[in-house]
Structures are given as structure tokens and as C-alpha cells.
């Protein structure tokens, strides 16, 4: 698979990846070897970033899309992570509630679906 692809299935950002990595290909059985027995340099980004968006959005509790309102659109330490969570901007407020809102939203909205299949089970 293409090196971008494997990163994004790592969970890390493809530039940060050293040049071996970057150029290559990686087959199924390497990856699953990265996966089961990550190298240090994979460790080291996976706790100390640069992470990818999805993970920046991940650990801030907001959506991808939250993250280009409120102005992140570069890959993010986990210092820098850090240091917004410690700051709370408005926007992240903000982004927070709007996805715990969504949350909240599918939940419900899994429930009733739930509870229409039980009622049209008994049903037959």
C-alpha cells in the first residue's frame, strides 16, 4: 500500500515518518508488524506528535471540521494539544459543545431505531 495510506492506518503524519517510510511501499504483513511491534520512531509520534488531524480532533473532543473553524489546519504536537486544551479558546468551547451535541443526537437517534426494529419484530 502507498506510504499514505499506511500512515493514515497508523495513525500518524505521513511528513513526519522518516524518508524510508515515506518512499516505499508497505506491504499487509509490514504493516501489521508496525502495528504489533512499532519501531521507536513510530512510538515517538504516536506520543509526542506531530499527530494528523483526526487525531488532533480526536484528543480535543471536536470534529475534523471544528478544527478548520476554529483555525487548526496544520498537524499538531502533543504539546500544542496541550496547551489549547489548558487554554480553552472560545472556539474549542464552542466545537466541544457542538459535538457533544451530535453525540447526543445520534444516540437518540440510534435509540429509536432500535426501538422501531424491536416493535416491528413483535410485530410479525
Known amino acids: 500500500m502507498k506510504p499514505a495510506t499506511a500512515a493514515k492506518k497508523l495513525g500518524v503524519y505521513l511528513p513526519a515518518t522518516p524518508a ?7 506491504s499487509r504483513a509490514e504493516l501489521n508488524e508496525l502495528q504489533a511491534n512499532p519501531p ?5 509520534l504516536r506520543q509526542n506528535g506531530p499527530h494528523p488531524r483526526p487525531v488532533v480532533a480526536a484528543k480535543l473532543g471536536v470534529s475534523i471540521a ?3 473553524r476554529g ?3 496544520e498537524a499538531l504536537t502533543t504539546e ?3 496547551a489549547l486544551k489548558d487554554e480553552q479558546p472560545e472556539w474549542l468551547e464552542k466545537e466541544r459543545a457542538t459535538q457533544a451535541e451530535v453525540r447526543k ?3 437518540r437517534i440510534k435509540k429509536q ?10 410485530a410479525q
Open 105 to 107: 443526537e445520534a444516540a
Open 113 to 122: 431505531h432500535a426501538e422501531r426494529a424491536e416493535k416491528a419484530e413483535r
Open 40 to 44: 521507536a520512531w513510530l512510538r515517538e
Open 80 to 82: 500544542q494539544i496541550e
Open 20 to 26: 524510508e517510510f515515506q518512499e516505499g511501499v508497505v
Open 66 to 68: 471544528g478544527l478548520a
Open 71 to 73: 483555525g487548526v489546519t
